[in-house]
């Protein structure tokens, strides 16, 4: 067995095999691993044994996954979706999840570590973490996923102003869903007889997204010192654009990436979709924020979570901004078709 | 009248214990994929045995088998397997199982809407689970190849549930959510007849209201041949002559694989329900040989002991036994220290219970024999005939006392013995009792 022992030791090292000529006896022999996956997945896997172009992996990755996953569940997968859960939306369980990794390494010729895999939950988890593992980058911080009583824990907005069901906080990002119940006390006047989440609403909820990944240290700080969630308030927002009217039953899937952070502005981009379908996008939106005990309020600021109100957008007008928000927030420009 | 002890133990056993009975059968077996088929094939010795493809090499000196028919599970990669249409198993459940698994997963299915059971009926604390296998030798020697050639991080995740003895009521167990007694039985070539004995025990002394009891082998190329090292497989050619016991001429076993599952269940669950059993499990008597690791003792004295004891436990006088599917596998020694043992019993009354053995028509399916012999002879019991010793040409002189029907006769037995005997000299015997 101390054979055995020590060729298990050699096959755990992290990283990349090294190149190696690739015969034709080696593409019969990826043709016969991959002989469950699409012809897609098996040409993007011998272009990428050929040349190493990453960009070839996550075509490899996303067919290895289809392949373990049950039929019926295949079409979700091809619809390109990152936020795609393995476990909840792909039925994948821990040992798929290995059966996927070995075959991966295999493919790929490249060592997974258990303790890597622990972090993955979504496919763009996995895109993400191959993606780096091929060329060579640091690994992304691993994705922590909040549900809403953690939100609301640590959360300055609370019910029934809070608009995020769940949230998930990665080192490029964070996403969050909010499923419009409608409940919420606003459809009752937006609008008469048709209940429709306000654009504006839309944006506090992404807004609400930068504020707990602010909160959550999605930017890294200078002296160690926590973001406190009292210092957290909007400033501006730009490039707003809204594609579709979302209705009571609709869930809206969140993701919002830092561009840009300098104490105390942190500028993201944000974007909602509902499934596979864009509602609404916004180039920029800027909270203000501070450090523990070193608050920094600029004028004008407005509380995110106050209520950034431009209700009557999706009716076809253009928002009429209350004096409060003028200087802040930059009227909504494109209109749903 | 006189109350002898011998009857007094009679009346007591009979008061404390609830009877068991046998409701409901799954094959998947040499000679059919279900019951009639199966009851078909006996009564009209039909045998299961055939020139075996993968045999087919120079260097491999047996020739035949009694592979399971419509299952095709050659390929290491379960997704190739084929089986039979009225069966459907996800991927998910098929990955932690070989070949002998699958049977038992399809037998299982079988035998559950034989007995016409509800989920409920079979998914709840009072119903086990014992099972008996040898595990997959087919997929162990892959995997063992695989982790010692690209390391052991690249095994299959559930390779060590598919191939391990356990595999069979690993699998059936969770994916039938059985949540009373599961475990599963190796004493090789007795291990289904110990796990029906012991599932006796469970439903007589109480503790369940029903069990399953599983015998299941892959009966390929990898779990027959290393019997071909001690000399126990027929090197016979023709598939008719191959497996005879009792043959002055036999010169060895033919392997099997396959599954079966057997109902058991307590005569309060057999009333409740409305159902009609099969037969009685009356019960069973166990012993060992004390003697040799693989090789029978000479005179039987274990399955002496078992037979005796099987007997005694359920009040049934040597008389009174109208049928003994032997053990019998057309080995040499194995046959003749089986008549004898019988011989022994039933001789000095003067009784002269019928005897056969089946796997003149199987083969011998090692963990799978027990259960699987044990349904031949519910059926024997429940449709009135004894199923002959086939492939006989002349009995062996050293058999010559034994009454071995060569042709099946049409007779209604009322009890029945079931008899296994395993490596390490285990010896068990069933016994069976018409309702």
Redo the contacts between chains.
Sequence with gaps: MA??AE??Q???EPGLAKPQTFSADDESALRETLK?CSPSTIEAAIAFRKTRDPEKVPTVVIGVIER?V?PDIRPKLREGDDELRLVEDLGV?S??M??IV?LV??VLQM?INNDELRNLRTVGDIKTFIDCKIRGLPLPKPTRHLPVEQIAAVMPIQPPFLFLNEASIGGQGATAKYKITGQEFFLQGHFKDNPVMPASMMLEALGQLGVLALIEGIIPSEDGRPVDPKTIFFTSCEGVRCHRVCKPGDVLTLSIKPKRAKMPLATFEGTIRVGQEKAAIAEEITLTFGYAEAVATPPNAEATGSGASSGNAEAGQNPAPGASEAAAFTPLRELPA | METSGFHRNRILVFSLMPKVYLTGIGFITSIGNDVATVARSLRELRHGIEVYAPFQKPEIPVKVAAPVKGFQTDSVDCEDWTYPERYRVKREVLRGMGPNTLYAYCAMQQAIEDAKLSEADWSNDETGLYAASGGSPYLLGHLMQKMHTQGVMRCSPLGIVAAIAGTVNFNLVAHFKIKGASTGFSSACASSSHAAGFAYDEIALGRQKRMFVVGAEDGNLDSILPFAGMRALSLQTDPAKASRPFDVARDGFVGTGGATVLVLESEDEVARRGVQPYCELAGWGQASDGHNVAISHPEGSGLRLAMERALKATGVSPEEVDYINAHATSTPIGDVSEAKAIHAIFSPSGARPLVSSTKALTGHGLSLAGAMETGFCALALRDGFIPGSANITEVDPACADLAIPQKTEEKQARVVLNNSSGFGGANVSLVLKRV
Excluded: A, C, N
């Design positions: 054979d055995v060729q298990g050699k096959s755990r469950r373990f049950e369980d040992l798929t290995m059966e070995i390494e295999d060592q």
